[in-house]
């Protein structure tokens, strides 16, 4: 038998057993140390993403019973087509659910192959193909793989929130290229040549853009790609999971086709937007055989591969037809009439800045000339922040402030929202406007 003694032993923090004198064993009093809860440094300097904060917060208060619009997340509002949702369906009765390759199913990355040959003139074999589980595993895994503690990653603002965390998760440091509205926030060339270094290892681009809907024409990134191609280290990460969600008379154009950039792009794309399938969570990433090698090795320790039935629904939505088909037309066609609809209401406000989309589903406004303006019950708007806070209290809308997207002066706000929702949101934003006491040079 054994007993506890009254006083701890002295070697305490380990379990210990003495032999008494009546020849039973007396267990030591094991003595609690003080754990350890620092966390990594790395994770430490990450930041929480804004847009996911002010989702959950707007959840929250209806949840309470408030009636909040929300307008922060990316999140189409379209079901996934019913075609695509049926292949998961039977994918499940077929017995579809084991695992797959950690790379994703041959008859999955063959049809990749397929559509980047056919949509945007870029030849690559299934080897070179990596399917995960959504875009954003994809760039977390690519910067992980080609960038290392010290390396640069070159990021024009605004940008994604995520991209600067996944360069520091890397040990990288995030370059912030600022860019202009009156330039509809396209990165100047000689803006991007003043900032390259013998350190920088990564240029990310997004094109649609998040937030700004912003689409590079053919011409600029050929301007870019002449820069680039001048830095032997520079690579260039190139995230196109908007690229069907576009609007006349923009053209996509993939970074990887211009001459001389297909051995140093990683293209980045997916399912969530333009097929509605934010929740399947299934993306993938096109690039040389090395990279592609690279960022298999991290998955297969990290998530192994992407869910079967997701991919056998993924294969079903490349099927559907050139870009989509008329599935994602119909969607994209939704799309343009609401951001027209917004485009016409924010120009009713004085002093809004806006550059009109020609992608994606997103408008990031300037408001900064409201600055400085009083607010009866609320008190001053200091920035793009307190602007969304005081629109979720006085106009109980939730929209992202474009700190966030490192350019304080705007704020994003998503339209992947039904009209007559964006109707009501646009009709309690007035009246919440209406409230601010102006400065001079917006009055």
Known sequence: SFTLPTKPSPGAGSLSFSKASTGRFRMAAVRAEAVDTSISPRVSALRPSKTMAITDMASALRQAGVPVIGLAAGEPDFDTPAVIAEAGINAIRDGSTRYTPNAGTMELRKAICNKLQEENGLTYSPDQVLVSNGAKQCIT???????????????????????????????ATPVILPTSISDNFLLKPESLASVITEKSRLLILCSPSNPTGSVYPKELLEEIAAIVKKYP????????????????????????????????TLTVNGFSKAFAMTGWRLGYLAAPKHFVSACGKIQSQYTSGASSISQKAGLAALNLGYAGGEAVSTMVKAFQERRDYLVRSFRELPGVKISEPQGAFYLFLDFSSYYGSEVEGFGTIKDSETLCMFLLEKAQVALVPGDAFGDDKGVRISYAAALSTLQSAMEKIKDAMSLLKAPAAVQ
């Open 141 to 171: 895994q690519a910067v992980l793989a080609v960038c290392s503690p010290g390396d640069e990653v070159l990021i024009p603002a605004p940008f994604w929130v995520s991209y600067p965390e996944m360069a520091r998760l890397a040990g």
């Open 233 to 264: 280290r520079l690579l260039v990460l190139s995230d196109e999971i908007y690229e069907h969600i576009i609007y006349h008379p923009a053209k996509h154009t993939s970074f990887a086709a211009l001459p001389g950039m297909y051995d140093r």
